[in-house]
């Protein structure tokens, strides 16, 4: 089965400066998709980006880019120019197959991100 | 368009009631699910659909029913509430199963079983 590790449980940033999550996962499967969701205290599950895993290039959207390492099965989040509405629970994920043919999503614990001003 | 909605948003049952959780989308979405969310972990799958009339077990299905009679819907059933059912639920929807599509979440629905 797949497992989605995210071993920070916290970070914390001060506002501009860059911060990057870590997000390893296990899997045997040669094709699949990454994702970063972030959750404000609203509790909304907001997706920021997305990676697919025969891509090589690494996704980028605006502040948000990630480093995608296939072989070590890593899949870390960049934040540049932090602001304050990053804050927030970030969790990673992975999209599997189930049984059926559909897929879900296998998800990390998350990570407590803070911005500090 | 309204998206992915839940109600409610807070609940609190006692030990052997039951309820449904409502959720409904309104973006045409063949694939739909539920998650948990508990403290300290990510979410789990409950329930999925991918589509009208098909619904299928996920990670952790049991104390759970589900029914799909149109695309809209996806209302989750707690047939007799247990104090292990406290939890952050989370209903989310996507063009189709494809790991293409983007997931959609709603905002959540807070339960707590006394």
């Known amino acids: 089965a797949q497992t989605v590790t995210q071993s920070q449980p916290e970070m914390s940033v001060q506002e501009a400066e860059t911060v990057t999550l870590s997000c390893t996962y296990d899997?045997?499967?040669?094709?699949?998709?990454l994702f970063w969701y972030k959750q404000p205290p609203s509790r909304q599950m907001i997706l920021v980006i997305r990676?697919?895993?025969?891509?090589?290039q690494n996704a980028t959207e605006n502040r948000f880019s990630v480093n995608f390492q296939k072989a070590a099965k890593s899949f870390s989040l960049k934040i540049s120019d932090s602001q304050l509405g990053d804050a927030a629970m970030y969790f990673c994920?992975?999209?599997?197959?189930?049984?059926?043919?559909?897929?879900?999503?296998?998800f990390g614990k998350g990570m407590k991100l803070t911005v500090n001003p | 368009n309204a998206g992915v909605t839940q109600t409610p948003k807070f609940q609190v049952l006692k030990t052997g009631q039951s309820m449904t959780l409502q959720c409904a989308q309104d973006?045409?979405?063949?694939?739909m699910s539920w998650y948990r969310q508990d403290p300290g972990m990510g979410l789990r799958l409950i329930h999925y659909?991918?589509?009208?009339?098909?619904?299928d077990q996920g990670e952790v299905p049991n104390g759970y029913n589900v029914s799909r009679s149109t695309t809209e819907d996806f209302p989750l059933r707690l047939l007799s509430a247990a104090p292990s059912q406290t939890s952050v639920y989370f209903c989310?929807?996507?063009?189709?199963?494809?790991?293409?599509?983007?997931?959609?979440f709603g905002p959540g629905t807070r339960l707590t079983v006394l």
């Open positions: 973006m045409n979405h063949e694939y």
């Open positions: 990676q697919e895993a025969y891509k090589q």
């Open positions: 989310a929807s996507s063009l189709t199963g494809s790991s293409t599509d983007t997931q959609y």
């Open positions: 994920a992975y999209r599997t197959s189930t049984q059926g043919g559909s897929e879900k999503l296998v």
């Open positions: 659909s991918v589509g009208a009339g098909i619904t």
């Open positions: 899997t045997s499967e040669s094709d699949y998709y």
